[in-house]
């Protein structure tokens, strides 16, 4: 395994892959691995030849009083669970190399689907993330790119931005890794004290809940969301950002579950924001 | 030559240009052509393998009171000059195949860059320019893209954006091309009745005055404009939007001539507004 911090080493090292007629595989993370990402990277390993993995905190993704200086960071141990899954090159810039002095070109989907949901507390936020991530793209020239549906509206306003700007990238969402008790995994659960990790478990909790709901023949969204916040109100400590219900592929709201819907969530304990989604496919 | 009006057939055509070795130059353009036009493909022509143009009349680069019902099309005498100068593919899409319904994502070059010059009168131009230029970088995947310098700005503001979205793409900028009588080529001056026709001369003659005046020792970016200004008001057609000299990378406005400069220029004849500048370089 490479690890690199510079652009033009990425460049070459994906040329030479390139030249032996391998695919490539890009998995854009933040660091601070856990198994979520390892899954990500395992299914690029199984769908590509040369797995490429950059760790990045992004800053312009964060907002102005959001956790950017706080954002856990662990190099070395990311490294090493990156070797244990067989990645073939971290990338891992400094924030020089990736927005050098006067940069302002940004990528931006406007519209709804970066307004709603997360986008509504986080304005800025799929700006940043689009922005990146295309950055990201040209630089790796992946086949394919491997996101979490754990970030929901990520992947789905990544997928747009691939569409419209006609990156030729084959967008791969996988599915969310839970610990067992049915926490989805996050970098952001270390933040948790022991209280509020535990009492986080009401927003599977609440999703579960949806989901036994819908199986029953429950297909109204108001219904439905009054479950799901009911549930996590159970949780003292538990203020809710959002809890929504749209269409997976839009995220415009609606009234009745469609074909592809899309559960979503958004949690504070204290100051740690944590999401959670389930996305339910009917035909 | 190979005329096709669809993303996935580009795609193909390179792709198969590429398993053949064969480096790929690309000639964005609105149709129309001219000497301008066909100087930029016979550049392409002697610096790269498959030369890939397109002719698309971008829609979102223009204001909603500018000229896009009016612009000059002709794409049976554009096929043409395409295929007398060696042009391998002409990618010559419907508006649909380029925005698909619910299109919104966007590339910004935000702050002055896009704001000064011709981005004063046309606010949301250059959104509209760098956005359909990432599109057809990521469709054609060029190695070298052929802007003219006509389009000063332009050129300026897509190198930042190749440069700040890291596209392996590079670009390529070539001289003006003018009429004999001095008159820089533009598809727009079909627009010119003969005495407006005649009277756009002052802008060509306007910088070279400016020329003449810095090889006799002026620096003075104020003395300058004020010259440029005297000249091209002796046309009673000419209407000024402005007259500027900056810096030629960054766009930003400057006192003193520098090391790289440029003088740029727009100028509108009744409702039709021509551009025109030189670029002095100095050691």
Excluded at 184 to 213: F, T
Aim: glycine residues 4%; charged residues 25%; hydrophobic residues 40%.
């Amino acid at each position: 395994m490479t690890v690199v911090k510079t652009i033009n080493e990425v460049r070459q090292f994906v040329k030479e892959a390139r030249l032996k007629g391998m695919t490539i595989g890009f998995v854009p993370t933040m660091g601070f691995l856990h198994e979520g990402h390892l899954s990500l990277m395992r299914e690029a390993k199984a769908q590509t030849d040369y797995v490429v993995v950059s760790i990045f905190v992004n800053p312009t993704q964060f907002g102005p009083t959001e956790d950017l200086a706080t954002y856990p960071r662990d190099l070395p141990r990311d490294q090493m669970l990156c070797e244990s899954v067989g990645v073939d090159l971290i990338f891992a810039p400094e924030v020089d190399e990736m927005y050098p002095a006067g940069h302002s070109t940004i990528v931006d989907c406007e519209g709804p689907i970066t307004k709603q949901l997360c986008g509504a507390s986080r304005p800025t936020h799929f700006k940043g993330v689009t922005s990146v991530v295309a950055k990201l793209f040209n630089i790796t020239l992946p086949d394919k790119a491997f996101f979490g549906q754990k970030d929901a509206q990520q992947v789905a306003v990544i997928e747009k931005m691939v569409k419209e700007l006609n990156f030729d990238v084959e967008i791969v969402p996988c599915p969310i890794v839970r610990e067992e008790d049915g926490l989805a995994m996050s970098s952001r659960n270390s933040y948790l004290d022991a209280e509020a990790r535990r009492q986080a478990l009401v927003l599977s909790q609440s999703l579960n809940a949806a989901k036994a709901s819908i199986d029953a023949g429950e297909t109204r969204v108001s219904e439905l969301i009054a479950l799901i916040r009911e549930t996590i109100q159970q949780a003292p400590m538990a203020e809710i950002d959002y809890v929504q219900i749209v269409d997976a592929t839009t995220l415009l709201a609606i009234d009745e579950l469609n074909d592809d819907t899309l559960i979503a969530l958004a949690v504070k304990f204290g100051k740690t924001r944590l999401i959670d989604n389930l996305r339910i496919r009917r035909r």
